[in-house]
């Protein structure tokens, strides 16, 4: 073979290596995972946001500081705000859901928001974040699916395969490990909007396309070794 042709294969198979390897179904991050009709039940409550005056934003959020729960920003009136042990929902971080009920004035018509920024952090018994990250693809702007502040929730978000495996190694290491939310929404005109979390398994997030074409690419090599090596067998 061609020397200079031999190393030009070589070299762009480098190059192809390295970009699958940087190929990720995922960012390590929150992810929007579905419509979602779940009861919103204590001790789910995390974080109610309500805008004030003509204002169309709302921003805030609840953190832990080793003793109690503070809160900051716009956040609704009552005892809606809290972070939340992670053990008093569950142990699995891959099953770990945000949940999102919508409050609008729409009327009759169907309101919708924007999300600018949700960010999930953890803390540990002594209040110090061990763990943090936030909307992996933003803004994202979402309908009311019904009227009303309600016990139901509009939509869920959950935790891609390397957010989750961060957060169950947090988990690991401090099983009192507790979970706090901040947001930031726009083109907001009525509320409050509320965020709770749900340990109950929900549906996984959907690989980008890319991936799916190296898996499939990835099986089809597969079933063609395997045939090879039976035909090989068979002229023996």
Known sequence: MNKPFSKGILIFAAILTISFACTSAY???????????????????????????????????????GSGDVAFGDISAGPHQHTVAFNDIGTSATNLQILLNINEANGQNRSSLTINSLVLTAYDSSGNTV??????????????????????????????????ARVQAALAADPNMRLGLEASLSSVDGGPERFRFSGSAGSEPV????????????????????????????SE
């Open 207 to 234: 690989p980008e396309p890319a991936t799916m074409v190296l898996l499939g690419t990835g099986l089809a090599g597969v079933a063609g070794a395997i045939r090879k090596r039976r035909n090989s067998a068979k």
């Open 131 to 164: 763990f943090s990250t936030d909307l992996a693809a933003g803004p994202l702007t979402l309908d009311q699916i019904r009227g009303g502040q309600g016990a139901n929730a509009d939509y869920a978000f959950g935790l891609d395969s390397e957010a989750a």
């Open 27 to 65: 960012a390590d991050g929150i992810v929007f995972v579905e419509p979602n009709h779940s009861k919103l039940v204590p001790p789910l409550a995390a974080l109610n946001l309500q805008h004030h005056g003509n204002n169309t934003t709302e921003s805030g959020g609840v953190r832990w500081n």
